[in-house]
């Protein structure tokens, strides 16, 4: 039933899926280009009942990632859309309006990554402090500890 | 006069769970009408020190992530290891790695069911949760040394081993627990106090749920029929028999119900294991080495709700990100729609429901909007939500005298 999924996938929003990668009869890993994400996500989330179970924002090598977890129960298969950011100015559309239970996990990337979710409805903190720096970001691979910290690192 | 708005701050620390919360109850006289959350006052950055640990030190820190269902986390974490590696580990070590989930899940309900008794004012429901909470922790001590934080899971099995000898005591201790969830379940099922306080309020539909995410019992007993145990078979979970428990009416009283029912399942799923273990014996480990590149996702029906880690692994023995999704993330928000629209004696049992522990009942303050005085504390909201099951009582007790005597 997934590779049906990934087949409609694929004739609905053609050039919008880039790569498609079966890591196991269960994983399946979905590049998509980041103009066409919140289409792609909501037709998972809404035409065939996926669950939208979390979303992992990655500062890697060749730029800033974020894995969209979806769960397609009834096939017993985690579908994960990835998109691949410019990491220098990492910049995706907000999917909170569409799918709600984004809300927090993208405010979360907000601020430890510091990937901009344009139209997102409640840009606030939500795990650091009210007075962190707006442009430091924990979990980058280039962080550096604005108090003047060692990283943990002796 | 104007209608005032009276703001509640429940919180912000719970001083026995690990997530330190802050609900701002925004009321209109008894009436809650909004609800604000925030969280963050005690985050701990576990998945940036993850990335600084190796893949067998990981199961250990995230083992602390969460006191009650404390093999939770390490649980999916180490299958997120195996599924970077696409390793299969040892039936046994499947077993008693579901053996595990599923005893964790019988302490874990027992608890909440333990500390929703006593919020509504039913301390005796609270004593005797935990009195029969106790032996299961004796259990977990038998078999693993530990009471909690058991450090059973490791990548590529488990770290102990049970004895054959011990089966027949865990059996023992496993079937003297039926007959107190049963009496449990008959009296949630027949308690008017109870079911005057529990039934439709707090309700969550189920819509609510499937927008929010919500998880675990908090969505069955909405009737989103969830549970990645069926719907993603992982551990010995596709080889024993157990329903999945799923009511529809989404209030207090359908969670409580679909708690004390999973007992009596994961009851039969500990004692189907038991028999398993006597007859498998492939070993515990699959001596797992190399981690190589990619990626892997370990999911695991926590008491809670579905628990999420990923790893990306560039193939040295650090993971290059480590994410943890747990289920409270998702259930939280959905007190947002919850709350509102009943009083605040139900908040306490109401906020109490998905099952975080709520504690900060002790720190609550009520403070009015305009002056800024306190006017009520902590113990007043247990006392509120305690008279209220009183007054019932005394409504009841020609019924209650029945049902009791």
Redesign the interface.
Known sequence: MADEVVQGLKTRFGAAIIEVYDKSPSRTYITVDPKGLPDVAEYLYKELGCRFSIATGMHMVGGMEILYHFALDKAHRFLNLRVILDPDKPSIESIAARIPATEWIEREMQELLGIEFRNHPDMRHLLLSDDWPTDNHPLRKDWKDWRGGDNGQK | MAKSRTIIPIGPYHPLQEEPEFFKLHVEGEKVVELEIE??YN?R?I??LAE?LSYDQIPFLVERICGICSSSHPFAGVMATE?VA?VEIPERAKYIRTFIGELERIHSHLLWLGLAGHFLGYNTVWMWAWKYREPVLDLFELLTGNRNHYGMMKPGGVRRDFADEDIAAVVRVLDSLVKPTVMFKNVALSDPVLQARTKNVGKLSKQDC????ALGPTARASGVD?D?RR???YAAYGKVKFNVIATANGDIFDKLVVRVLEILESIEICKQCCRKLLEVKDGIDANLTDIPP????G?HEAPRG?V?H?T?SDGSNRP??Y?I?APS??NV?TNKRAVVGYTVSDAAITLAAIDPCYCCTERTVVVEASSGKPVMTGKDLLRLSREKTEKLMGKYTSRMDKLWI
């Open positions: 969280i963050g985050h950055g998945e940036k600084g599924d696409g499937i927008d929010l995410g969830i990645v719907d993603h078979p990619g990626e892997g996702i999911v579905e999420i990923y990306r290059v990100r994410k999704r993330y998702m928000p």
